[in-house]
């Protein structure tokens, strides 16, 4: 633990031979009080322990198929009123629970690195894009959100505009790789636009997501707009969508197709953020230190547990052994570990079962001829799931990485000829989420990344450009999913659009008497007209 001033989560018992609460990571009570917001009453618990040292941290109460139905219940009951609260208390709210995130970041940051193992800048991250997430959507509620007038079918005649009419209550499934900003940020456009959530956060950082949802409470959301529930994701997660209006799903491009599959058996709409194996490219006239910090940030940010990060570098035949050595040397340089601290530059991965992934990958890359330039193995020594974060050179199509993701810190090394060979490989393969350009002529890199098939594209930066640009939307193409989140894609897609058209003075239908081929001749002279004029 971090030497920061008394808190619940870093200050408890410290005597476990007379307190038998002494072991755990966090002060129970301090957990009981989170945990009491979860619908629950199968009587069941999961046991949740940190990758920080194993410290157990809390039994969560697992909810059931009865449960997920009443929070449905509950969340439809306030949803009426909560839509008909005016748009300005409800953005308010926003800026309320803005200020509340950086006045509570110590406390947050602890929680998120004592679930996930990250190192605690990357927790800070979080942070910050949910206080983004809470402004941008605040400050821009009018712009998205407002009756929008749009062209009717006769000038001054013809009336038409849009409404944007809330869903009503919207699922959210969220990971365990940014528990924060995913369980949190996906649901706040929602709110805003007059729906309620009932929330299912990973099994692995129920806590964090608890914590954000009491942090909705005391910014001056109604408690019943946001439920909370926890279970296995087969029998929770299903449960939710059966019920839901709207589906929002961040995971594995398995369990997303069968939400989609789910879906569209019930008509209902769906944003699924999955999958990647993303790309970054280092042109022939990269500045290469500035190409090498990227890329350290680019693969090993989260230890590579992030949706956005690079699992594969194709530098240019010009700039691939400057760069090499730079990547290495700066990747060699990182300080490791399982800790509250901040000097930590990459934490632990989350559970067994990542580093599992994680080490099967290395090895059968290099049992079938991949080269490690640096890492390659666990370190036990640090923390029960710490990997060193590895450079592979020489990866083939035939190993496990070349293809799969490995979601850990782990890259692979190609080296390529031309810009439409980098480009031509960065887009083969099943995944289309983020990618990344480097170039000293940034005209030059736009060009490249719009031939690139990945929802967001970074010139110059590994992913905060378009993850941290609020207006921006960003999801993924093909396998990496559908539907977009930020911009004003992230809070229209929880929204119905109702069009409201006024006809004044004349009817749209023959007048006067006149017959259908009169009427039909009067029309073509209108339209003709209307089109001289420059009318759409």
């Not at 069941?44 to 194993?54: C, D, K, L, R, Y």
Request: hydrophobic letters at 40%.
């Amino acid at each position: 633990m971090s030497e920061q001033s008394a808190s619940p989560l870093t200050d408890g018992p410290a005597d476990p031979e007379h307190d038998s609460t002494a072991a755990y990571g966090l002060d129970r009570s301090y957990v009981a009080a989170l945990t009491r917001r979860i619908v629950s009453t199968t009587g069941e618990t999961h046991a949740v322990s940190s990758p920080i040292g194993g410290a157990p941290l809390a039994h969560v109460p697992q909810s059931g198929p009865a449960d997920v139905a009443e929070a449905f219940s509950r969340a439809r009951h306030a949803q009426a009123a909560w839509a008909a609260t005016p748009l300005d208390e409800r953005a308010a709210a926003l800026l309320r629970l803005h200020d509340l995130v950086l006045d509570r970041q110590d406390e947050l940051i602890d929680l998120v690195v004592w679930e996930s193992g990250k190192a605690r800048k990357d927790a800070y991250l979080e942070v910050a894009h949910l206080a983004l997430t809470a402004r941008y959507y605040a400050r821009t509620a009018h712009q998205h959100l407002d009756v929008q007038r749009v062209g009717g079918m006769f000038p001054v005649l013809t009336r038409a505009e849009v409404h944007r009419v809330p869903k009503g209550v919207v699922g959210i499934i969220s990971p365990w790789n940014y528990p924060l900003t995913m369980a949190l940020c996906d649901g706040l456009p929602a709110l805003l636009a007059g729906n309620a959530v009932v929330s299912k956060p990973d099994a692995q950082t129920m806590l964090t997501a608890l914590l954000a949802a009491q942090l909705l409470d005391e910014a001056g959301f109604p408690p019943e707009v946001w439920q909370v529930v926890a279970g296995p994701g087969p029998e929770v997660g299903g449960a939710i969508v059966a019920e839901a209006d709207y589906v929002c799903f961040t995971g594995s491009t398995a369990t997303g197709r069968i939400i989609a599959q789910q879906c569209a058996e019930r008509l209902i709409g769906c944003s699924l953020e999955l999958g990647g194996k993303n790309p970054m490219l280092v042109l022939r006239d990269a500045d290469v230190h500035r190409a090498a910090e990227g890329a350290v940030r680019a693969v090993f940010s989260n230890a590579g547990q992030l949706c956005v990060s690079m699992e594969r570098l194709f530098v240019a035949d010009q700039v691939y052994d400057r760069f090499v050595d730079a990547f290495v040397s700066r990747t060699q340089a990182m300080t490791l570990g399982a800790s509250q601290d901040w000097s930590v530059d990459m934490g632990s991965l989350i559970s067994q079962a990542q580093l599992d992934t994680v080490t099967r990958h290395v090895e059968d890359a290099v049992a079938k001829g991949a080269r490690v330039l640096t890492g390659g193995r666990a370190r036990p020594d640090l923390g029960p799931f710490v990997f060193e974060p590895t450079i592979l050179e020489g990866v083939s199509a035939d190993m496990e990485c070349f293809g799969k993701e490995t979601f850990g810190p782990v890259v692979s090394l190609y080296r390529f000829h031309s810009e439409d060979e980098a480009v031509e490989r960065a887009n083969d393969g099943h995944y289309g989420l983020n990618a990344s350009v480097y170039t000293r002529d940034a005209a030059r890199g736009r060009a490249v990344a719009r031939r690139i098939r990945c929802g967001t594209v970074n010139v110059n930066e590994a992913y905060g450009a378009t993850f941290g640009s609020l207006g921006a939307p960003m999801g993924g193409m093909r396998e990496s999913g559908m539907g977009r989140r930020q911009g004003a894609e992230g809070i229209l897609r929880y929204t119905e659009a109702q069009s409201v058209a006024t006809q004044r003075l004349v009817p749209i239908a023959p007048m006067f008497g006149m017959s259908e081929e009169t009427n039909a001749k009067v029309l073509t002279a209108s339209l003709r007209l209307l089109n001289k004029l420059g009318r759409a």
